[in-house]
Each structure stands twice: as structure tokens, then as C-alpha cells.
């Protein structure tokens, strides 16, 4: 397994270009399963949880050709069958994509249960309520979801809650459904928004994407289609929460500012100068920061996969402050790292209480999860000293060269192999 080595306390400074959004690339390149034809994807990030979304088209018979640099085409005529291998499923909460494309295929899936970050408990029955709704009927045989419809025909779906996942879902069975299908209380994300763009470039009739509304009209069948994925609003939250935890000043490239709102206005209320343009951001920090409280919401609200980012930004802000995060089980696994470095936070079920300390000190830590692993990162290069991070594969399913961007900005981050250590392939 590869460690992290980073000797903290140097400002970021300089620019660094944000990759495709990882949540909205996982979606996309799984809704290729419904085309009837090659498509083209650009700006597909090269992480982990891509290549295992990759892997496994490739193992059920599609083809993947690589064209260029985060430039891919995907022909899934060959995928004759609804049933994905075991193992690489369980990696990646994913996965549960592949229920609804291949229902919307084939009327039939056969989808391991899904893995993916350990934030709690993580079920699929709003995704399995969305299937029922269209026709589906399912059962859970030997860790694996088995779905079958005679047809699907459209219906209302009515979410008990917001879910990125189901509403993703509900999307795929529904849009070669017979009839109407609305979606209502449905999840806004921007990766909602991109991944409804690319289905109705493909042919589907989808309209209210990123509204808590969605219609989609069945059509028979989707075309190949050319698509550009959107940016990754998380790792340009990311750095830009980086930049003020070194005291640093960066120029964040390729972003699309409307979709860092709730960043960017909780970075000024921290202390932080965010200087907004067209496809950039500028942060840099001119004054101490000072405390603030947070509680994360479905989008439009402040997003959950930047609360470890931010709370640990916290803990070098003066004053005490409340971060609430209540979409998942338990996302306060790396609160115990932290304090490793120095951190003084307390944790009672959904709600940490930060008080701010004059700086954080460099101490062996371990990634829990993929933002949990983004959080260390920020820690790291904020100490005195060298933090040595283990389990990095969390972070490499999601960041796309994170060292090399690092060291782009002048962090002193360095990447070591430690040898017997089990390795672990995606692909
Ligand atoms: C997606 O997970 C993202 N993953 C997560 O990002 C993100 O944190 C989450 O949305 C919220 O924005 C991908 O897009 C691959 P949910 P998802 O369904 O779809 C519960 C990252 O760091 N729930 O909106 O699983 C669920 O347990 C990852 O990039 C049910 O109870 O999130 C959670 O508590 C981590 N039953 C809450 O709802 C269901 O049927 C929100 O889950 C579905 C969800």
C-alpha cells in the first residue's frame, strides 16, 4: 500500500486545473449501457472509481477504447447479458447504477449490492421503491440484487427523502419506460443536471433536471452520443479549502462558479478573499480566520463530501464552532486523526464541536474514506512538521493526480510504496 509524506506549512501558491467530476462521470459512464451505439466522453477523470466502472463494462463485453487524455469510447453492444461480476461491484457505491441502466436495457438486473465509502449505513430501498413504481419487481438472492419487469411504464415517484443515488436510478429505468414518469422531491446536484444533458443528448425526453421535479417521457431506444463531463465541484472545493489552510493564495482553473456558491460563501464568513471569474476562482487569506458554524444540505446547500474540508479548516480558526452533518450515518471518522495532529474537536452522534488551536502538528494518520482521506491532506500541508498518511487508495478514487497538483502549488508531498503490502488493482 502507497503512504503520502507531507511536510506541512508551506503556503499554497500558483494555479492548478480542476478534472471532470467524479459523481457525475461514474453516472455517465454507466448511462453508456443504455446507448445503442459508440459515445464519446471527454473529460473523464483518471481515478480509481472510474477504472473500476470501466472494468467492469469491459468484463460484460463493451468495448473501451482510451482516444486520448481524459478522453474515452465506450460501445456497450456487447453487453448481452444483465449480470455484473461480484467483485468489483462491491467496491464502489457506483455500482447500484448498473441496476438501473441494465433494467432499462435489458427489463432485468442482476447488480452485487453496492460498496463504496464507510459512512454508515448506505440501503438502496428509494432506489428499489423507484424500480417497483415503474414495474419492476426485486429480490435480494446471495448478496445480489435481482431486478425483472415484464415492461416499464412510466409512473410518479415520490422520494420519502432526498437521494443523489435514487434519483439517478429512477432516471435510468425511466427513461426508456413506457409513458410519463415524474420524479418528484428529487435530488438537484449538478451532476444530476450533467448527467440529464447527456441522456437527452443520447435521445431520452427529460426536462426539470436540478429542480425538485423531474418528467421524463420513455422513448424507445437512446443513440451514441459526444459528451463533456462538468467540473468537479468537490475537488475545487478541495483546493480552494486548501489555499486558506496554508495561508496560501490560488487560482482554482476549469470551475464553474455557481456551483461553489455554498463554498465560497462559507470560506468568507471563515475569512477567507474568494475572487470569483468565469471558469476560475482566486483564494487567498489575508487575516486570521475566525469560526463558523455548518450544516450540510442536499445542493443547493452546503455539500456533505466537503464537511471533513471544512472542519478541518475549522480547526485552525479562532473561536469554537458547530458543524452538524446528518446526511450520513457516521462521517466523523477522521475527527479521531485529526486529533492526532492536535485537533480539539468532540464528536456526539451527527454534531463535532471545533475549537479553534493555533496550529496542528505533523503525526502518522490513516484514511477512513475518500474526503476523509481529501481532510488529512489539508491537515498535512497546513502542520508544522511531516504527516505520513497510509490507505491513500481512498483518495486516489477520487482526486486525479492529487501530487503531482500538490506539488504544482508547492507542497512538499511526497508519495512512498511500503513493501508487503497487499496492492490493491482496480484494474
Ligand atoms: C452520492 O452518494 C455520492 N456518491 C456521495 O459522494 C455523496 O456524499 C452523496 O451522494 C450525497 O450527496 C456518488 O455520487 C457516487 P444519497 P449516494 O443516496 O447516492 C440514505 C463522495 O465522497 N439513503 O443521496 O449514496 C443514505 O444512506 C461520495 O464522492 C437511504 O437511506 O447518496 C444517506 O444517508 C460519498 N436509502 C442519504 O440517504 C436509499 O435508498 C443520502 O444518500 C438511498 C439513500
Redo the contacts with the bound molecule.
Keep these: 500500500m502507497d503512504k503520502f509524506f507531507i511536510n506541512g506549512g508551506i503556503p499554497l501558491r500558483g494555479e492548478v486545473e480542476i478534472s471532470g467530476a467524479?459523481?457525475a462521470a461514474?453516472?455517465i459512464v454507466t448511462a453508456t449501457i443504455l446507448a445503442e451505439g459508440p459515445c464519446i466522453l471527454e473529460n473523464v477523470p483518471e481515478i480509481s472509481?472510474i477504472s473500476i466502472c470501466l472494468r467492469m463494462l469491459f468484463d460484460m463485453g463493451a468495448s473501451i477504447k482510451p482516444l486520448k487524455k481524459n478522453t474515452i469510447e465506450i460501445d456497450t453492444r456487447g453487453i448481452k447479458e444483465p449480470n455484473v461480476p461480484y467483485e468489483l461491484a462491491r467496491q464502489?457505491?457506483?455500482s447500484s447504477y448498473f441496476l438501473g441502466t441494465l433494467l432499462g436495457k435489458f427489463n432485468k438486473a442482476n447488480v452485487p449490492m453496492p460498496g463504496?465509502?464507510d459512512?454508515?449505513?448506505?440501503?438502496?430501498?428509494?432506489?428499489?421503491?423507484a424500480f417497483r413504481c415503474l414495474g419492476a419487481s426485486d429480490e435480494i438472492d446471495h448478496g445480489v440484487v435481482r431486478l425483472s419487469a415484464d415492461n416499464l411504464f412510466g409512473s410518479q415517484i415520490y422520494f420519502d427523502?432526498?437521494?443523489?443515488?435514487?434519483t439517478?436510478n429512477a432516471m435510468f429505468a425511466a427513461v426508456k419506460a413506457q409513458g410519463l414518469t415524474i420524479i418528484e422531491n428529487a435530488?438537484k446536484?449538478p451532476?444530476i443536471v450533467d448527467l440529464a444533458n447527456f441522456l437527452n443528448s443520447m435521445g431520452a425526453d427529460i426536462m426539470g433536471a436540478g429542480t425538485d421535479v423531474i418528467k421524463i417521457r420513455g422513448v424507445s431506444s437512446l443513440k451514441g452520443a459526444t459528451y463533456t463531463i462538468i467540473p468537479d465541484q468537490?475537488e475545487a472545493g478541495t483546493y480552494m479549502i486548501a489555499a486558506a489552510a496554508t495561508k496560501g493564495d490560488i487560482l482554482v482553473k476549469n470551475v464553474i462558479p455557481k456551483h461553489l456558491e455554498s463554498i465560497t460563501a462559507k470560506l468568507r464568513i471563515i475569512g477567507a478573499t474568494v475572487v470569483e471569474n468565469d471558469d476560475s476562482v482566486r483564494v487567498f487569506v489575508e487575516n486570521q480566520l475566525v469560526k463558523a458554524n455548518l450544516k450540510t444540505m442536499?445542493?443547493p446547500g452546503f455539500?456533505?463530501?466537503m464537511q471533513p474540508q471544512m472542519s478541518t479548516l475549522l480547526t485552525l480558526a479562532d473561536g469554537t464552532s458547530i458543524v452538524t452533518d446528518d446526511?450520513?450515518?457516521n462521517r466523523f471518522r477522521y475527527v479521531a486523526e485529526l486529533r492526532r495532529m492536535g485537533a480539539d474537536i468532540s464528536v456526539d452522534g451527527k454534531v463535532a464541536v471545533i475549537e479553534g488551536v493555533g496550529e496542528l502538528t505533523g503525526a502518522p494518520v490513516k484514511a477512513t474514506?475518500?474526503?476523509a482521506g481529501a481532510a488529512l491532506v489539508i491537515a498535512g500541508l497546513a502542520a508544522n512538521g511531516v504527516t505520513e498518511i497510509d490507505d491513500i487508495y481512498h483518495i486516489e478514487r477520487?482526486y486525479e493526480c492529487i501530487e503531482e497538483k500538490l506539488k504544482q502549488l508547492g507542497a512538499d508531498i511526497k508519495r512512498k510504496s511500503i513493501p508487503g503490502t497487499a496492492v490493491r488493482q482496480a484494474l
Design positions: 467524479k459523481n461514474v453516472a472509481d464502489m457505491r457506483a463504496g465509502c459512512l454508515g449505513d448506505r440501503p438502496i430501498d428509494q432506489h428499489l421503491k427523502f432526498i437521494t443523489v443515488g435514487g439517478i435530488a446536484e451532476h468537490i442536499p445542493h455539500p456533505t463530501d446526511i450520513f450515518d474514506d475518500l474526503r477520487g
